[in-house]
């Protein structure tokens, strides 16, 4: 049975939400980080967790090379957004590399059926021998949620808003070429509100699972959100790129309801 692990603390521990989902970090060549760091806005609490960054750079100290990468089309504003969240000195600090995926090399996946037609996959995603996804939980005005899939939407190169009318197909053809192994949800801060009164919500939470979509579902739960009306969730689960009916998911750690809050979209 897939596991989501609920972690309520001030101070999140991500090692000991590891071992409740069973995941262990093996030696390897690559490990690859996909924060939330390239937003607009600048209040505390936007981009995914310094303090949870680091302790993954951590726990691969010594068994891995790390990447933490950023995406944006223009390869100036990754680089500030690096700078800004403090990403860059503590990559530095790590011995880990930090990557605009709008300036890495990218690798041709033909399939005529996919909704990514001429669809070229970053380098880096690709070589990564452990892809960890590190979003946000959010809402969106348009998506009703941003969180672990919408922050695999943020790596499709190119013009993104070609694909935007199918966000939902767009995410199940990623998926498909590559799923992440691990995904660590930031809901310390979370965020609420659409565009122009977005504002910070204290949930002093982080998720865990292997699963993306059983994530997903489960943050959509404690949001308030029922996430079979969420058409990227829903998709992704139907699709059968990871769980999405609730019965099959394991909660470890704390229950829904006692941590359950409902966001305003």
Avoid: W
């Avoid at 499709?156 to 590559?178: N, Q, T, V, W």
């Avoid at 939470?205 to 489960?218: E, G, Q, Y």
């Avoid at 790129?241 to 829904?256: D, M, Q, S």
């Amino acid at each position: 049975m897939v596991k989501v692990c609920i972690q309520k603390s001030e101070q999140p521990d991500v090692r000991r939400a590891l071992d409740q989902i069973d995941f262990v970090p093996d030696e390897c060549e690559l490990v690859v980080i996909k924060a939330d760091l390239c937003s607009t806005s600048s209040f505390t609490g936007e981009a995914t967790d310094l303090g949870l960054i680091e302790q993954v750079l951590k726990i691969y100290e010594g068994i891995a090379k790390c990447a933490v990468v950023g995406v944006d089309n223009s390869g100036r504003k990754a680089a500030d957004c690096f700078e800004r969240t403090g990403v860059s000195e503590l990559a530095e600090r790590y011995y880990a590399d930090t990557v605009d995926l709008g300036k890495d090399v990218k690798i041709p996946i033909a399939d005529e059926e996919s909704v990514l037609k001429n669809f070229k996959m970053p380098r880096t995603i690709l070589k990564a021998d452990v892809f960890i996804n590190m979003p946000k939980m959010k809402t969106d005005e348009n998506t009703t949620v941003s969180l672990g899939l919408m922050n695999i939407f943020d790596i499709i190169p190119g013009k993104r808003e070609i694909y935007r009318p199918k966000i939902a197909e767009s995410i199940c053809d990623f998926l498909s070429i590559r799923n992440p192994d691990l995904n660590i949800m930031d809901a310390v801060i979370a965020i609420e509100g659409s565009e122009g009164r977005r504002r910070k919500k204290q949930m002093d939470l982080i998720l865990a699972s292997r699963d993306i979509v059983a994530m997903d579902t489960i943050a959509c739960r404690i949001m308030g959100i029922n996430p079979v009306n969420v058409e990227h969730v829903f998709r992704a689960g139907y699709s059968g790129l990871g769980e999405y009916t609730e019965k099959n998911i394991k909660i470890v750690g704390r229950p829904i309801d006692a941590v359950r809050d409902k966001f305003e979209y």
